[in-house]
């Protein structure tokens, strides 16, 4: 059992650059969270979906993109990179409302 | 909105000492649920404890606990028996009901020292 597992972990990209970011949950869960983490300021949710073929915005979601087609991937996508999008990103899944968000190990972005 | 509030940027405890990290929280939500993270130098983020907004006993999980005082708004998490692998970031975090969203607060670093 993976959990949640995200490619890649490490990620350096020039500005203006596009790429994907791949979730995966092997629990069957029905939501599944991007969120972005900066120093300082806790995690901030990006994008989320409460099931297979939707998606909403979260906190933060200008720049970014996902997409749920299948209920166990959630992709999140940078069209074109900038400076401030350089973070530490994680995958998050739940089974359902009020119950716990287990997260992946993070991937570090950086754009350069 | 929803708010959590963490004061305190840092803390040190003595190994084997009791420590309270504090959290509050702003909600208008009647149906919400708070949880504390906890996440190591390592990076990974590790789910310690969680209490709903209707559970009328503060939860507890091994050597956590949460000290849940809903009309004051907190949501304290207590680390019992302080081990040096206690040494870690702490955040706490709301969620709503509805969308399951997580509302972190900005953390607080936890140093044991031996």
């Known amino acids: 059992n993976a959990g949640v597992t995200q490619t890649p972990k490490f990620r350096v990209l020039k500005t203006g650059q596009s790429m994907t970011l791949l979730c995966a949950q092997d629990?069957?869960?029905?939501?599944m969270y991007w969120y972005r983490q900066d120093p300082g300021m806790g995690l901030r949710l990006i994008h989320y979906?409460?099931?297979?073929?939707?998606?909403a915005k979260g906190e933060v979601p200008d720049g970014y993109n996902v997409s749920r087609l299948k209920k166990q991937n959630f992709l999140l996508g940078l069209e074109s990179a900038a400076p401030s999008q350089t973070s530490v990103y994680f995958c998050?899944?739940?089974?359902?409302?009020?119950?716990?968000?287990?997260f992946g190990p993070g991937t570090r972005l950086t754009v350069t | 909105a929803q708010k959590i509030t963490q004061t305190q940027p840092g803390m040190f405890v003595q190994e084997k000492e009791a420590v309270t990290l504090d959290c509050t929280y702003d909600?208008?939500?009647?149906?919400?649920?708070l949880f504390w993270y906890k996440q190591p130098s390592s990076g990974e983020m590790i789910f310690l404890i969680y209490?709903?907004?209707?559970?009328?006993q503060n939860a507890t999980e091994g050597r956590y606990s949460l000290n849940f005082q809903k009309a004051r708004k907190s949501a304290n998490l207590v680390i019992s028996a302080s081990q040096l692998g206690d040494s870690a970031m702490y955040f706490c975090?709301?969620?709503?009901?509805?969308?399951?969203?997580?509302?972190f607060g900005t953390g607080t670093l936890l140093a044991v020292q031996p």
């Open positions: 975090a709301i969620v709503r009901g509805a969308t399951n969203k997580l509302i």
């Open positions: 998050a899944s739940s089974l359902a409302v009020l119950y716990e968000q287990y």
């Open positions: 629990m069957n869960h029905e939501y």
């Open positions: 209490q709903g907004s209707y559970d009328e």
């Open positions: 909600t208008s939500d009647q149906s919400y649920g």
């Open positions: 979906s409460v099931g297979e073929g939707t998606t």
